[in-house]
């Protein structure tokens, strides 16, 4: 499956508020989203499964992707596109080779000895990066402290590997993350919290130099 990076929603079952997660993921769509990541470390396992299942639904027929967050077992079970790791999680190598060649890879680096164990994988091991936090975030409580924008960079540079900046980015920092070469933003509240969730998509979209 082709992976369009530029927006990158990651979206659980909070940041949505009573609009609900099913709306805000359709009005992305709408406004060109061109990935979601499912994140809810509040759900249980069903839980979770359960919205994967209603998630891919939603997005069928739409060719953008679903991610799972951490969760390799419910992304399976659920049949979605991949999982996006962090470090503590499994690890990405038997991730491989559990999920098969097929399936979306993505793991959260903020250091280059992260990045230098991902190039000493076999190639396709992992199909692309999360630089972050590039900024303070209050979505993910247990995040590693801020990067900012020059480290960012300096990770971005070290690797050929697709790239997302994550953390804290909203429309009016947007343009500071995409200099430093990335090739996409992942993004929550400033798509799930906004007034209108597609317009958002598209301003973030359209903001791509």
Known sequence: MALDLTVYLVIGTQPSGPRGT???VDAA???GVGAV?????QASGRELLALAVELLGALS????PL?????LDVAL???ADGVHLGQSDLDVHHARRLAGPRFLIGLSVSRAEEIAQVHALPTGT????GIGPVFPTTTKPDARAALGLDAAAALRSCTDLPCIGIGGINRHNAPSVWATGVDGLAVASAI????DPGAATAALRNGRP
């Open 126 to 129: 992992v199909d692309y990066l």
């Open 67 to 71: 991610l799972i967050n951490d969760r």
């Open 22 to 24: 099913l709306a805000t």
């Open 61 to 64: 027929g739409s060719g953008i």
């Open 37 to 41: 990541q499912l994140r809810d470390k």
């Open 77 to 79: 079970a659920a049949g």
């Open 192 to 195: 799930c919290a906004a007034p």
């Open 29 to 31: 769509v709408r406004g």
